[in-house]
């Protein structure tokens, strides 16, 4: 049964926010012609490499928002 966003808790909201981030970077098409920047790139790679190791570094919801 399919449950409301308005049932869930604080912390399974941002569990399902921080899931559909995470599944759309890893879906990212990198196909696309654009040449993404070196720094970029190194951003990307970082991600990947805490995300594999559990170790990914999460903000505060009022850091993002600033």
Do not use: Q
């Not at 569990?15 to 098409?29: G, N, Q, R, S, T």
């Not at 991600?47 to 559990?54: A, D, Q, T």
């Amino acid at each position: 049964m399919d449950r409301k966003v308005s049932d869930l808790s604080v912390t399974e909201f941002k569990h399902l926010v921080k899931e559909i981030i995470h599944d759309e970077l890893e879906h990212f098409d990198h196909d696309d012609g654009l040449e993404l920047r070196d720094e970029v790139k190194e951003e990307l790679r970082k991600y990947n490499k805490e995300k594999n190791s559990g170790n990914l570094e999460t903000l505060d919801a009022e850091e993002v928002f600033k």
